[in-house]
C-alpha cells in the first residue's frame, strides 16, 4: 500500500503526540505542521527536522497531501476541518468533532459527498482496557446493569474560552456510548464556575439510557486528586476501571446484594450480601493514540468507516450541547432527539 501523507494543524500540547505516532507508523509519512506560534514550530522542527514548517494551514494545500489531522483548540475545528474536507483531504480531528450539531453534521455530510474519511479523536474508543471493559458488560458477566459512574478529576487545566464539560466530558460520553452501545434519552448538568466567572470548572451529569440504565459522569480542573475512573455495578459483579493505576486497571469484584422477598417484619428483613474474589485480568498495553492513528490510516485506505467516525462525533457534540442547555436552565433534564 502506498504511503499516505499527512499534515498536523496544532503543535501545542496533544499536536506532538500525534505527530510522534504518524512519525513511527509505517503506513504515514508526516510532511507538513502548521501553528500559529513561533515557539511551536521551533519545538516541531528540534523533534522532525525534515518537516515543512508554516503558521498558516491553508500553505499545507500546496503539499499534496492525503490527510490532515486537526489538533487546534475546539472553537477552530469546524472551519479548519471545512476547509480541508473542500481541499478533499482526509481529516482527523480532535475531541470535540465540533462545538455545535450543525457544524458537525454539515461535516459529516462534506465528508460524504466527497468520499473522504472524516473521524473524531475519541481516544479511549481505542484504548484496550476500556474493550475489555466492555467484553465483560456483553458476555453479562456483570448481570444486568443498574448504572454506571464516571470521575476525571484534576487540578487544572484551566481554559478561558471553554469549560470543562466541553474539554473533559467528551472523552467520559464516548467511554459510556462505546461501553453501552446506545444512545442516552435524556441529561440534565450541573455546573459551577469557581475560578472564572461564567466558566464552569466542576460539572455534574446524568444521563439516563433506554431500559432504565443510568450514567453519572462528574468532570473537575478543580481537585486536589488526579482520578480516571469507571465503575459498573451490575446485578451480578461490579467493575472498576482506573486509568490511573498502571498495572491493575481493571477489577472485577465479585459483590452484591440480593434483596429479600416483600416482608412486614423488621425481623426478616435481611438482604443477603455476597463479597466474593477480586478478579485482575490482563490488559495487553497498547498507546491508544497510536491505535486511534493506525485505524485513521486503514480506513482512508480500505474505504471503511473510522471506530470514532464523523458520526460518533455528533452523537458526543449533541449530548454536550444537551448539557449545556441543562447547566444554563438551573440543571433540567433535556430530552435529546436522534
Ligand atoms: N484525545 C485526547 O486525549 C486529547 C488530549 C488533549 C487535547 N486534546 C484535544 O486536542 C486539541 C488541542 O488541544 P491542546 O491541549 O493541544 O491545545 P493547545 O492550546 O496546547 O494547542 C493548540 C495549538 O493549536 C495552535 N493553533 C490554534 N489555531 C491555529 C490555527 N488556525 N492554525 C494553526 N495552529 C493553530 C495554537 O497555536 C496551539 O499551539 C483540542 O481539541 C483538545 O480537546 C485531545
Known amino acids: ?26 503506513a504515514s509519512q508526516v510532511v507538513a505542521i502548521a501553528d500559529l506560534k513561533e515557539e511551536q514550530l521551533k519545538r516541531a522542527q528540534a523533534k522532525h527536522p525534515q518537516v515543512v514548517l508554516t503558521k498558516d494551514y491553508h500553505e499545507l494545500f500546496k503539499l ?20 480541508c474536507l473542500e481541499q478533499g483531504l482526509h481529516v482527523l480531528v480532535e475531541k470535540p468533532l ?23 479523536g475519541h481516544t479511549f474508543e481505542y484504548n484496550t482496557a476500556v ?7 456483553d458476555s453479562g458477566e456483570l448481570g444486568e446493569i443498574y448504572y454506571l459512574d464516571t470521575a476525571r478529576l484534576n487540578l487544572g487545566l484551566f481554559q478561558r474560552d471553554s469549560n470543562v464539560l466541553w474539554d473533559l466530558a467528551p472523552h467520559d460520553i464516548s467511554i459510556l456510548l ?5 444512545s442516552p434519552i435524556s441529561v440534565s448538568a450541573h455546573g459551577m464556575p469557581c475560578v472564572f466567572d461564567g466558566v464552569p470548572d ?8 433506554p431500559n432504565h440504565k443510568l450514567a453519572y459522569v462528574h468532570v473537575s480542573w478543580l481537585d486536589p486528586c488526579k482520578v480516571r475512573r469507571v465503575t459498573v455495578v451490575g446485578s451480578k459483579k461490579m467493575a472498576v476501571y482506573n486509568d490511573v493505576e498502571n498495572e491493575q486497571k481493571i477489577k472485577i469484584y465479585d459483590k452484591g446484594v440480593d434483596a429479600p422477598a ?22 495487553r498495553y497498547a498507546e491508544p493514540l497510536r491505535e486511534e492513528c493506525q485505524d485513521f490510516l486503514d480506513c482512508i485506505q480500505s474505504h471503511k468507516e473510522p471506530c470514532s467516525c464523523g458520526r460518533d462525533g455528533l452523537r458526543v457534540v449533541k449530548i454536550l450541547e444537551a ?7 438551573g440543571s433540567t433534564q433535556e430530552g435529546i432527539q436522534w
Open 178 to 182: 462505546y461501553l453501552l452501545g446506545q
Open 1 to 26: 500500500m502506498d504511503t499516505l501523507k499527512v499534515g498536523i494543524i496544532g503543535y501545542g500540547y496533544w499536536g506532538p503526540n500525534i505527530a510522534r505516532n504518524f512519525v513511527e507508523l509505517s
Open 202 to 209: 466542576v460539572a455534574y451529569l446524568h444521563l439516563i439510557f
Open 131 to 137: 474493550h475489555a471493559l466492555k467484553a465483560y458488560i
Open 323 to 329: 448539557a449545556q442547555r441543562s447547566m444554563n436552565n
Open 98 to 120: 465540533t462545538l455545535n450539531s450543525q457544524h458537525a453534521e454539515a461535516l459529516i455530510d462534506l465528508a460524504d459527498s466527497k468520499g473522504l474519511t472524516l473521524m473524531v
Open 262 to 283: 416483600y416482608t412486614n417484619s423488621f425481623a426478616d428483613f435481611q438482604c443477603s450480601y455476597h463479597y466474593g474474589d477480586i478478579t485482575i485480568p490482563r490488559i
Open 64 to 83: 499534496e497531501l492525503d490527510a490532515v489531522v486537526v489538533a487546534t483548540p475546539p472553537a477552530t475545528h469546524y472551519p479548519i476541518a471545512k476547509a
